[in-house]
C-alpha cells in the first residue's frame, strides 16, 4: 500500500514515544552534565564531576553489589528453571503443557509489589516462617530472615523465574527429538545426550533467559528497598535517592545514564552473538 | 539387562524432575497462597493462626484513603489503556504491513521502553516534567503509563499480523468493500484477540506499576499500590494483606477473563459463517 497511511498510522506512535521518551531520556543526559545547587536546585555545568563521582569507592561499591546479585540471581533462576522447562518441554503429558506453563507465567501477571510483600510477611521476625520455628520450639529467638542479602536474593529470583522458564522451554520445545534418539542409540548416556545434544541445542533460549533475569535484576528497585536491610543499597535504590531524599537530580542522572548504558551494551552484545549464530534475538 | 537397568533410570530420573517441578511451583503458589489465607486471620500481631475473620476487609471498605487509592488506580488504567491500546494498534498495523519511513529506528523506538530500567524511566519522566514545569498530577501519571505501555501494545498487535491472511483483506476489496469497510468489518476482528490482549497488558501493568508512578505521581494522585506501598513502609497489618487480596482477585479475573474472550473471539472468526455475514 501506499506509504501515507503508514505515515499517518505511526506518526502518533513517534509522537508519544518521542515526546515523552526520547525527550526526557535526553533532558537526563543533559542534568547529567550540571551541577547540583542547594536544596536540589540545578547549577548551569557543563561539568563530568557527576560522573567522576561514580568511580567513588562507596558508590562503586554499590554497582559492585548490585552486580553481585543480579549474577546470584541470573545463575539460582537458572537452576531452579531449567529442570522445569524441561520436565514441561519433554517429558509432561502433551495436553497438560499449556496449563503447566500458565501456571509458570499466572505470577507474573500479578502485582510485584504485592509479592514482594509476600515474602515480608514470611520472613519477618513475627512472621511466618519465625513463628512456625518458634511454635515448634526449634528456636526460642527469631532468625533474622527480613532486611538481609538472602531476602532480597530470594525475592528476586522469585519475580524472575518464569522470565527463565520460558525461553528455555520454547528452545526445548522446538528440539529435534530424533536427534536425542539417534545419540541414544550410537550409545550416549542420559548425560552424554543431555550435555552434548540437548543442551547446546536449547542455547538460545537459555541465553535469551539469562539476559532476561539479568537485566531486570541490575535496575531493580523494589526487592532491595523492601528486602533488603539500610546497609543492602543497590543501584536502582542510590537512583531513587538522588531524586528523591538526596535532592542531587544530575547526580542521580549520571548514574542512570551509567546504568542504561550498560544495560544497552549488554543487549547489543547479545543481539550481536545472536546474529552470529543466526538466530532472531528475542 | 543393560537397557532394562537405563529404563529404570529414565524413569527415575522422569520422577526426580516432576518432584523438582513440584517444588518450584509450590515456591510460586506458597507466598501468594500464605498472603491470601491470612488476610483472614483473627491474629493482628504475629503469623499464628487464631480463627478466621472477616474484619480487615471491613476495615478495608470504611478506609477512604483506600477508596480513594482505587479510585485513581482505575481511572489511570482506563485511561492509559484506551489512549496507548489505540496508538499502539495503529503503529503494530504500520509496523507489520507497510513500508513505514525509518522502519529499523521505529522498531528500535519500540523497544527502548521494554528495556530501559523502570527506575530510569521514572526519572527521565520527571526530570521531563520538572523542566516543563509541568504540576505532577493523575495527568503526569497517565502520560507516564501511556509512555512505557505503548511498545507492548505494538510489539504484540504485530506479532499477530505477521501470522495474517492478507488475501481475506483482498478479496473483501474486490468485492467492493471500501477500504473501512474492508478494515472494521475484516482486518480487526481478525486482530481483535491480539488488540484485546494488547489492552490487557496495559491495563495490568498500568493498575500494578509502583516504580514509575512514585516518581510522577504528585499529591493527591495516589495510586493503590502506592498506597500499599506507604502501608508497608508504615507498619505490617492484616489489612495490608487484604487489599493485596483484592489486588491479585482482580488481576487473576482480568487474566482469565482475556483469556475466555481471545478464545472465543477466534472460535467466531474461523467458524463457518466468516467474519461480518
Known sequence: MKSRPAFLLIAPCWLVLGLLFLTPLAIMLWLSFQQAGLYGAID?????????????????????????????????????????????????????????????????WTSFLVRTYAWMFILRDQGVINSLLMSLGVIHEPLTLLYTPLAVMIGQVYAEVPFMVLPIYVSLEKLDRSLLEAARDLGAGAAA????????????????GIVLVFIPSLGTFITPDLLGGAKGMLVGNLIQNQFGPALNKPFGSAVAMGLTAFVLALLWAYATWARRRGEEAL | MNTERGMRNAERGTAALRWFSWLVYAFLYAPIAVLVVFSF??????????????????VLFRDAAIGNAVANSVIVAAAATVIATVIG???????????????????????????????????????????????????????????????????????????????????????????????????????????????????????????????????????????I?????????????????????????????????????????????????
Open chain 1, 44 to 108: 548551569p555545568g557543563p561539568t563530568l564531576a557527576n560522573y567522576i563521582r561514580c568511580v567513588e569507592p562507596g558508590y562503586v561499591a554499590i554497582c559492585a553489589r548490585s552486580v553481585w546479585i543480579a549474577v546470584a540471581t541470573t545463575l539460582i533462576c537458572l537452576l531452579v528453571s531449567y529442570p522445569v522447562a524441561y520436565y514441561i518441554a519433554l517429558k509432561a503429558r502433551p495436553e497438560r503443557k499449556n496449563l503447566l506453563l500458565a501456571l509458570v507465567v499466572i505470577p507474573f
Open chain 2, 229 to 277: 506501598y506507604w502501608m508497608v513502609k508504615t507498619g505490617i497489618t492484616p489489612e495490608i494483606n487484604a487489599v493485596s487480596t483484592l489486588l491479585l482477585a482482580v488481576t487473576i479475573v482480568l487474566i482469565a477473563a482475556a483469556q475466555r474472550l481471545q478464545v472465543a473471539r477466534r472460535s467466531t472468526v474461523f467458524s463457518d459463517r466468516g467474519p461480518g455475514s
Open chain 1, 193 to 208: 545426550a543431555f550435555w552434548r545434544v540437548t543442551a547446546p541445542l536449547a542455547m538460545p533460549g537459555t541465553v535469551a
Open chain 2, 89 to 227: 494498534t495503529m503503529a503494530g498495523l504500520a509496523m507489520a504491513r507497510h513500508e513505514v519511513p525509518g522502519k529499523r529506528a521505529t522498531r528500535s523506538l519500540l523497544y527502548l521502553p521494554v528495556i530501559v530500567p523502570e527506575i530510569v524511566v521514572g526519572a527521565a519522566l520527571v526530570s521531563l516534567f520538572g523542566f516543563l514545569a509541568m504540576r505532577l498530577s493523575l495527568t503526569t501519571v497517565i502520560l507516564a503509563h501511556v509512555a512505557f505501555s505503548i511498545s507492548y501494545v505494538a510489539l504484540v498487535v504485530r506479532a499477530r499480523l505477521a501470522c495474517f491472511d492478507r488475501s481475506l483483506e483482498e478479496a473483501a476489496m474486490d468485492l467492493g468493500a471500501t477500504r473501512w469497510q474492508t478494515f472494521s468489518r475484516v482486518t480487526l476482528p481478525l486482530i481483535a484477540p491480539g488488540v484485546m490482549a494488547g489492552a490487557l497488558l496495559v491495563f495490568t501493568l498500568s493498575i500494578d506499576d509502583y516504580i514509575i508512578t512514585s516518581f510522577v505521581a504528585g499529591p493527591g494522585a495516589t495510586t493503590l499500590p502506592l498506597q
Open chain 2, 41 to 58: 486471620n483473627s491474629e493482628r500481631q504475629t503469623a499464628v493462626w487464631r480463627g478466621f475473620t472477616l474484619d480487615w476487609y471491613r
